[in-house]
């Protein structure tokens, strides 16, 4: 009998959704703020801006449409393509801070990667719920009571944060992946 | 070291909330069926309706409000009150099928059952993703590739339905729950 499929668990902002290079956008938009790459590297939002900016932007958030304009990650249409094929896919986003970007996420989800079987989109909160063999994510809190290997993907706000293994790019990702496959 | 908590996995329609009875109003309001108990037993409402009228309820069930109105399963709120005590309780329900359900499951979860944490509340379609200890929920297909124990929570479409253990209350299921988490 051939083993079970992989089962991946794959975030969704800053790994296949360009969140923060929309929110740089709107900080700079709203507040004129103009970050550099390096002032961004191991910081978040929050770090940078006052609290009354913070809430404005949670503000924003709240109202859910944001997350309907953001961009792809480069590469992930293609490597989850791929991953499609020989994987279960699951993506798996925190979604219960703002619960109004569950409709435009879905939405989005289904407009950039309609590989993945709507079944298979999950809205959670607190990840340790997941049942999965990887998981692909930007924040090392959710792989804390995760039951199987935490893929960190790189983000600005993760650069300082230690964590084997750690991608830089889909392809680094795919090729993660594969390797744990093999193993198993 | 004691145990951790135990993990329960809980589903909202026909367990927490009463879909059934709101849908049958809604068939009775809408299209003049007013069936027996004993008619609804073991049987699913496109069974017992034409298929135009079924996908009448489906566009009603695409627009998410009908989730807003459901009246609270008996006993649940005491029961789910006395599990958050003593267990870590998320509540997981498939709303893939109508996305536009998220938000008002949301805000309906946050008004009958403000313990449960926004963070432990999961949309999802395909429940193998969860991993948990108990998951209680009134159909079977979701225990097939589940890690833990299920518990069938009884719902007039699943009277033929072999499993045990089932819970025909929710005192029931608090007595089974207790059994379970005395043998870990």
């Not at 051939?2 to 923060?20: G, T």
């Not at 199987?148 to 090729?175: E, K, V, Y």
Request: hydrophobic share 40%; aromatic share 10%.
């Amino acid at each position: 009998m051939s083993k079970p499929r992989l089962r991946l668990a794959i975030d969704m902002d800053e790994v296949i959704a360009d969140a923060c290079s929309a929110q740089r956008t709107w900080f700079r938009e709203t507040f004129g703020y103009d970050w550099s790459d390096t002032e961004l590297q191991g910081r978040h939002f929050r770090d940078l801006v006052t609290p009354d900016e913070f809430a404005a932007m949670e503000t924003m958030l709240h109202q859910g449409d944001f997350f309907a304009t953001l961009s792809v990650m480069p590469g992930a249409q293609e490597a989850i393509s791929a991953l499609c094929e020989t994987c279960e896919v699951f993506i798996t986003t925190a979604a219960m801070e703002y619960p109004a970007s569950c409709a435009p996420k879905f939405a989005w989800l289904r407009e950039h990667f309609p590989c993945i079987s709507p079944l298979n989109i999950v809205f959670c909160g607190d990840k340790s719920i997941l049942a999965a063999d990887v998981m692909i994510d930007d924040n090392l809190r959710h792989f804390r009571r995760f039951q199987g290997q935490g893929i960190l993907f790189t983000a600005p706000h993760n650069m300082s944060d230690i964590w084997n293994p750690r991608a830089g790019t889909w392809q680094d990702a795919l090729t993660i992946v594969d390797e744990i496959d093999g193993k198993r």
